[in-house]
Every structure is written in structure tokens, then in C-alpha cells.
């Protein structure tokens, strides 16, 4: 049973560029989490998805990043215009349902240059 | 103040040491508790999840979650150099997001 897969794992953008990162989720698993985090800080939680809906997006900055989880395909996390300060590593999670083990990928590191 | 503290270490043990890592936070609406570990350059890995107060056990990490203190423990007995990462715990109130803590970074010595 393949874990949360995201992809790609390393990805450089020049400042004003779009990013876009993906998670497929566990088998099984309709909750998907992203977070970031940035060198020496835990994560930080941006937004929680459930097929098609949003259900949580308190911790995403207010402009420039959206997020997404189709009826198909993976969740992707989308930072438009990216910026020095967007470097981080960026997590998706994903559960079976609320209250349970979420199960994290290996992330994907965004470099701004 | 931050909802979660943990100390951020080192913490530098030898093998075969106990370990004990903590966190404590303010929030009295958790209730669901975690651990994970995160090696360099890696997805945190899920060692333990409890839910309310008590002990939870599990080879050679013990969880212990104590409400009325809002403190919670990782204990690991028998350390292995393999343990060396960064142990990060992690609270929900049973909603959604998870609040982890900064993370304690650990050496285990052989």
C-alpha cells in the first residue's frame, strides 16, 4: 500500500513564477492536509481539503495561494508569483477521516531564486 | 505565547540511554496526541497517536499524556543511534489541523 505521494520533491522557481505542488493521498484516504515548514520551525498547518471542498483554510496566506482536491486526481497546492520568502518545505497528510492518523509524504522543497 | 512548546535540544544521549521528551501547551481542547519523527530532509513519521489522558505503549516508545498538567511525554527505552532525528509532537482538538510543536532535535551516541 504506497504511502501519501508528492511530487515533484525539489522544485526551483525565479521569483514571480507559478508553483504548483501535488499530493496523491493514501489509498483508502478522501482528507488531505498541507503544511509548511520552514528551517529550524515545526509545521505550520495551511489547509484542509476533502474531495472537492475545502473545509479549512485558515492558515493560507490570503493572497497568491490556492489550493485544490478534484473528484480526480491529486490535491495540488498552487503559489502564484512566487517570492524569496515562499521557500520552505511544503507536507501534505492525509487521513481515512477526521480523528484518525494522518500520514505524512516525504514533502516537497520549494527554492525561490 | 505559543500554543505547544517544546524544547528544541539537542538532547545528546548514549545508546542505550532513556529518553525523555516532552511538550506542554495551553489550549485545554486537545485531545488527540501525537508523535511523530522526522529524520533530515524527510516526511514526519507517525510513532504514536492517543487520545484523551493515559498511557499508551508500543515496543519501545511509551506515550503519556497528562490533561490536568496539559503535558505530554515520549519516553524511549533502549535507545539506538537509528533514533537519532527530530521528535515532534503534535495536538487537535478533533477538528481538522494538527498544532505541532518546533520539534526536539536527538543524538543517540554509540
Known amino acids: 500500500n504506497a504511502g501519501v505521494m508528492q511530487n515533484p520533491r525539489h522544485l526551483v522557481r525565479r521569483r514571480g513564477q507559478e508553483a504548483r505542488l501535488r499530493c496523491s493521498p493514501m489509498?483508502?484516504?478522501?482528507?488531505v492536509y498541507w503544511y509548511r515548514q520552514l528551517p529550524e520551525e515545526g509545521l505550520k498547518f495551511m489547509v484542509y481539503?476533502?474531495?472537492?471542498?475545502?473545509?479549512?483554510e485558515s492558515g493560507m496566506p490570503k493572497e497568491r495561494f490556492s489550493a485544490e482536491f478534484p473528484k480526480e486526481g491529486p490535491s495540488i497546492l498552487r503559489i502564484q508569483q512566487v517570492v524569496r520568502g515562499d521557500s520552505a518545505a511544503y507536507f501534505c497528510?492525509?487521513?481515512?477521516?477526521?480523528?484518525?492518523?494522518?500520514?505524512f509524504g516525504q514533502g516537497t522543497r520549494l527554492t525561490v531564486v | 505565547q505559543k500554543e505547544v512548546e517544546q524544547d528544541p535540544g539537542p538532547l545528546s544521549v548514549p545508546e542505550g540511554a532513556i529518553v525523555s521528551l516532552n511538550c506542554t501547551y495551553s489550549?485545554?481542547?486537545?485531545?488527540?496526541f501525537m508523535w511523530y519523527r522526522q529524520y533530515s530532509r524527510k516526511g514526519p513519521e507517525l510513532l504514536m497517536y492517543?487520545?484523551?489522558?493515559g498511557n499508551k505503549e508500543d515496543g519501545r516508545f511509551t506515550a503519556q499524556v497528562d490533561k490536568s498538567s496539559k503535558y505530554i511525554s515520549l519516553f524511549i527505552r533502549d535507545s539506538q543511534p537509528s533514533d537519532s532525528a527530530t521528535y515532534l509532537c503534535?495536538?487537535?482538538?478533533?477538528?481538522?489541523?494538527?498544532?505541532f510543536g518546533t520539534g526536539t532535535r536527538l543524538q543517540v551516541f554509540p
Open positions: 497528510a492525509s487521513s481515512a477521516t477526521e480523528n484518525t492518523e494522518a500520514f
Open positions: 489509498k483508502g484516504h478522501s482528507h
Open positions: 481539503l476533502q474531495k472537492e471542498n475545502i473545509i479549512d
Open positions: 489550549n485545554s481542547a486537545f485531545q488527540y
Open positions: 492517543t487520545y484523551s489522558s
Open positions: 503534535a495536538m487537535s482538538a478533533g477538528t481538522d489541523k494538527l498544532i
